[in-house]
């Protein structure tokens, strides 16, 4: 059973930063995904970014929005991914999901629980 835990979400003020955190265990597989979907109050879930992997290492995929200000990273082993968020604004403020991805002809999503950041104006 994979399992998805996120930390490092908390309350921050408008132009501050935050590092998200999320390890997976219980995974057999090492090709796959590992990225980060955010939920506003009253919004769909959204993307925000992507670690994906290849034969010669991670690739990295941002919304837009995302693009200048957050970067996403992961660790060697590909267990761990992070999500260093910087220059936040209050329209951040969100419930952050850590995803992992399993691509194939029948893909496979594992969500972790999410973790709140909270950008005070």
């Known amino acids: 059973q994979v399992q998805m835990v996120e930390s490092g979400g908390g309350v921050v003020q408008a132009g501050g930063s935050l590092r998200l955190s999320c390890v997976a265990s219980?995974?057999?597989?090492?090709?796959?995904?590992m990225g980060w979907y955010r939920q506003a109050p009253g919004k769909e879930r959204e993307f925000v970014a992507m670690?994906?992997?290849?034969?010669?290492?991670?690739?990295?995929d941002y919304d837009d929005f995302a693009k200048d200000r957050f970067t996403i990273s992961r660790d060697n082993a590909g267990d761990a991914t992070y999500l260093e968020m910087n220059s936040l604004k209050p329209e951040d403020t969100a419930i952050y999901y850590c995803?992992?991805?399993?691509?194939?002809?029948?893909?496979?999503?594992?969500w972790g629980q999410g973790t709140q950041v909270t950008v005070s104006s």
């Open positions: 670690t994906r992997w290849t034969w010669r290492g991670y690739t990295s």
């Open positions: 219980g995974r057999t597989l090492v090709n796959v995904d």
């Open positions: 995803d992992e991805h399993v691509p194939g002809p029948v893909p496979v999503d594992y």
